[in-house]
């Protein structure tokens, strides 16, 4: 069972089209957040919301562009993609608010969307 | 900056065989210490945690603790079953509660 949810969880794009991922979190949570995980490399995390606080890895291209309209809502809208962005997006979030505590709170993930860009 | 280095797979066992999977971390200050797992198809689930020095985190028979003076974070299991084929993330989270991933590891179990 999963506090996290993601939708779609496959998804094929054309390098012109516009699409959106969507998480969404049942636990009551303050936090999310973005991951890549592409098939040689580390996770990476793209974008961290929090409340109403948005920190994003600055080596994140603008063609990815996050939106967090609740603290239960998180989008990932995507626009002219390139090949090298397929890879599995993964959603997760925490209690805590980032950046206001001294103490880490665990990381709840969703299963992901697998992105394929033709 | 913080790193976490895992050692590479595939790991390949034996049914009943023991595991244990290197994990190494360089981070500033106190961070907290994670193993996840992901089966095929699934998104990441949290094993165990340990939070401070000389914690020990222990879930479905694995087990892993924070070692300071070696900056490592093992996971080991006595006995290993199929089920547990995975890749096996360790990762550390700062007191901004950003987690830095190592590179994972795939283990495959076989009957």
């Known amino acids: 069972e999963t506090g996290v949810t993601q939708t779609p969880r496959h998804l094929v794009m054309g390098m012109t089209n516009k699409k959106s991922l969507k998480c969404e979190q049942h636990?009551?949570?303050?936090?999310m957040y973005w991951y890549k995980q592409s098939a040689k490399k580390p996770l990476e995390l793209m974008f961290v919301y929090s409340l109403e606080e948005r920190v994003e890895n600055n080596s994140v291209p603008s063609r990815f562009s996050p939106e967090c309209p609740n603290s239960s809502h998180l989008f990932l809208h995507l626009h002219t993609l390139q090949p090298e962005d397929s890879a599995l997006y993964l959603c997760?979030?925490?209690?805590?608010?980032?950046?206001?505590?001294?103490?880490?709170?665990?990381?709840?993930f969703g299963p992901g969307t697998r992105l394929t860009v033709l | 900056g913080n790193s976490v280095t895992q050692m590479e797979g595939p790991v390949t066992l034996s049914e009943e065989a023991f595991l244990t999977i290197n994990c190494t971390y360089t981070a500033t200050g106190y961070p907290s210490l994670f193993w996840y797992v992901q089966y095929p198809g699934e998104g990441l689930q949290l094993l165990l945690k340990a939070t401070k020095a000389d914690d020990k985190g222990s879930n479905k028979g694995f087990e892993a603790t924070y070692r300071k003076e070696t900056t490592s974070f093992h996971l080991e299991k006595g006995s290993v079953q199929v089920s547990d084929s995975a890749v096996y993330f360790c990762?550390?989270?700062?007191?901004?509660?950003?987690?830095?991933f190592g590179g994972g590891t795939r283990l495959m179990v076989k009957p």
């Open positions: 990762a550390l989270s700062d007191a901004g509660n950003m987690l830095t």
């Open positions: 636990l009551g949570h303050n936090a």
């Open positions: 997760a979030s925490s209690q805590d608010r980032f950046g206001t505590s001294t103490r880490t709170d665990t990381q709840y």
